[in-house]
């Protein structure tokens, strides 16, 4: 059992036996993990492979409910915003010095250290509800397309499908065709009513607030992980913002008012047909690989807790090991087996029961943007700067989180609008958009 999960750990334990010529030291950092090996250049790699997801697909039907000014104000926002929230993330990763502090090895033990009490609890849970909803999420745009060496794989996709809907959307505008466009986007009166035309624009609003989530990345510890991961973050961010409004914009060009809420798989192309089956197979691949990445910490906090709680439990911590052809032992464990596969079976039941791909994008990135990627950090920062209360940078810092707030809370109402529309009008076994 120990030898088996010392081959599937992250970070796999080294005994003094491992090394040669006393060179421990050599080979593991300063808190007694293996040395890190990261850089800001596979930082930045790390940040546009995980940010240009499926959430690019709905960029064009964003912009269309914006408009030609609003729709890049709201991208260049969200860009700005996410790019300075995580700065302010990356010198709370060593606590309390920003440069010699100890580590903190995941979102929640960086709340811990810096605010602690309940907060650390709201920040599992907004967590946990975000992977919840991400799943379910990728479990709609991969059911909606489908006709380490996981993540690489996914990564790949992710870029494949997107280059692929913008080329296919430059080929449109450059055929000549005549679409509607306009500086506020769809038309009330014309495209959709007046109270159609706020809900959509604050689910507008919701779709880009899910395109700019992402995760940080292992950096070596010299030079300082902080300083590392803030230049990361600049080229991830601009690099990322600059592929969203190619991929927004020009597929508002190509489209118009009517622009699809997935501008591959909902109806926005049909020729060549062999180009939008690959892309919708790249689609596939890349949601089953980031279902597994996105679901993985999920598993981990359920059945650490149930250990936790039942330790004399035989169904929940006994191991069984299977003779595999090929593989060799592998080592089973009938409650991880019988809770995982449920898991999958409820998220997509909710995702057969919710195939509406841009309502739920909006809720999921509504949902989350404003705790994970604005209020924390702005929090922790003001926790580790010392910030004095009703400061200049006190003010406007508590400023930037409400205003993010009530934008997370309107792109939320007009989701959950747009759920309960869509639901109305809903038809089994027609594709949604």
Not at 51 to 77: D, E, H, R
């Amino acid at each position: 059992m120990a030898k088996q999960m010392q081959k599937t750990s992250m970070f796999i334990e080294q005994s003094p036996g491992d090394y040669e010529n006393g060179d421990i030291q050599k080979n593991l950092d300063d808190d007694g993990r293996p040395k890190r090996t990261g850089t800001w250049v596979t930082a930045s790699a790390h940040i546009i492979t995980a940010v240009i997801g499926s959430g690019v697909l709905s960029l064009a039907w964003a912009i269309a409910q914006l408009g030609w000014v609003a729709g890049p104000a709201v991208l260049m926002a969200f860009s700005f915003i996410t790019y300075f929230t995580s700065t302010l993330l990356a010198d709370c990763y060593r606590a309390p010095d920003p440069v010699h502090g100890k580590r903190n090895y995941t979102y929640m033990d960086v709340v811990r250290a810096y605010l602690g009490g309940r907060k650390v609890q709201l920040c599992g849970l907004a967590q946990y509800a975000n992977l919840v909803g991400i799943t379910i999420g990728y479990t709609i745009t991969a059911s909606i397309s489908m006709l380490s060496w996981l993540s690489i794989v996914a990564a790949i996709m992710s870029f494949a499908y997107s280059s692929i809907g913008l080329g296919l959307s430059i080929a449109k505008v450059a055929g000549g065709e005549h679409v509607r466009t306009s500086l506020t986007g769809v038309t009330v009166g014309v495209d959709v009513s007046g109270s159609e035309k706020v809900w959509r624009t604050f689910q507008a609003i919701g779709d880009i607030a899910f395109a700019y989530a992402y995760s940080t990345d292992t950096i070596k510890s010299s030079p300082p992980e902080n300083k590392s991961m803030k230049r990361a973050s600049s080229i991830g961010v601009s690099t990322t913002t600059l592929f969203y409004v190619l991929c927004g914009l020009i597929g508002y060009a190509a489209f118009g008012n009517d622009a699809p809420g997935n501008f591959l798989t909902g109806f926005g192309f049909y020729e060549p047909f062999w180009l939008i089956d690959f892309a919708n197979i790249c689609i596939a691949i890349h949601l089953i690989g980031a279902y597994q990445v996105f679901a993985q910490p999920l598993f981990g906090f359920v059945e650490g807790w149930c250990s936790r709680n039942w330790p004399n439990s035989k169904f929940i911590t006994s191991e069984h090991a299977v003779d595999v052809p090929f593989y060799g032992i592998y080592y089973l464990n009938f409650f991880r087996l019988v809770w995982r596969t449920a898991y999958v079976i409820i998220t997509a039941v909710v995702a057969m029961i919710f195939p509406f791909f841009n309502d739920f994008l909006g809720l999921i990135g509504a949902g989350s943007f404003w705790p994970l990627t604005v209020y924390f950090p702005i929090e922790m920062h003001i926790a580790q700067s010392k910030t004095p209360k009703y400061s200049f940078r006190w003010i406007w810092l508590k400023i930037l989180s409400w205003v993010c707030l009530v934008v997370s809370l309107i792109a939320a109402a007009g989701s959950v609008q747009g759920l309960i529309q869509s639901l109305k009008t809903y038809k089994p076994f027609q594709t949604q958009e």
